[in-house]
Structures are given as C-alpha cells and as structure tokens.
C-alpha cells in the first residue's frame, strides 16, 4: 500500500537543504507539490533561482529519501514559474536560518537583527553573501559578519 501524502511531507520535511543543512526543503518552501499519479510520486520542486547550482543535488535527495523508504517510482520536475519567493520560507524554516546565525528575510529589505548578539545596529558589507541568494553583513555590536537571506 502507498504511503499517504501526510507521510511523504514528513518524510522530505527531513531532507536538508544542501547549502543551508538545519533547514529542510520543505521549510525552505522549494518542495511545491507532491501528488500520486497512478502508481508514480510526483514530486514538484521550485528552486530559490533559476540558476541554483543546487537544484540536482536537491532532486537526487529527494529521490534517495524517497527511495530509501521504498518507493521505487519517483518523479522529480523542476518548475520555475511562479518564481520562489521567500514568502514560502516556513515560520520554522525562518527561525532555523537565525539561529545558525543567517538573518531571516524581511519584505522591507535588511536584517533585522544580528542573529547572534540580536544587535539592531547593522551594517551592509556587500549586496552578495556566501550564495547569491544572500547578502554579506556585520554587526556593529559584536562586531561579527552574517550572511542575510535576501527577500526575492
């Protein structure tokens, strides 16, 4: 019998998002869809931009998570439209990234706050971070650099 979807979210709720590994795919609001067709799972991703290095070592995660509880016919589709957007980052997802010490995104644009000291006295050091999908900051207190994750 094929498990119900419940338990495949819970299931690829565990894969870990390659380049940030406290945060799962499904917190970082990539998995998009999951739906049985027929005997085949179909497993729809978005990824955080169209050109993520990352997308093919996401899908074969997915897959060998998949595989790995038994389930020999996986689908994995890549769709870019409607783009990601940070908005899907779950309220988990988010306070996972701050505690590993990125900042979380905010529509206004720029942290918040330092997520190590909780400072709010910030400064940009470049637009680019670590990914692209972040920015490089400095806390002006602790004097530490964060990467923030930007709105998109």
């Excluded at 940030?20 to 990824?47: E, N, Q």
Aim: aromatic share 8%; hydrophobic share 35%; charged share 25%.
């Amino acid at each position: 019998m094929a498990p119900d979807l419940a338990q495949i979210w819970d299931w690829l709720d565990q894969v870990p998002d390659p380049e940030i590994p406290v945060i799962s795919v499904v917190d970082l609001g990539i998995v998009r869809d999951v739906a049985w067709d027929g005997d085949m799972l179909d497993v729809v991703v978005t990824p955080t931009y169209s050109g993520c290095p990352a997308t093919t070592v996401i899908a074969l995660d997915i897959e060998t998570a998949l595989r790995d509880r038994g389930l020999d016919r996986v689908r994995i589709s890549t769709r870019i439209a409607p783009p990601w957007t940070t908005d899907w980052l779950s309220d988990k997802g988010r306070a996972r990234l701050e505690d590993y010490g990125i900042a979380p995104p905010r529509p206004a644009g720029g942290p918040e706050r330092c997520p190590r000291c909780r400072s709010t006295d910030l400064a940009r050091v470049s637009q680019f971070g670590s990914t692209p999908c972040k920015a490089h900051w400095r806390c002006n207190t602790c004097l530490e650099p964060f990467d923030y994750f930007k709105c998109i």
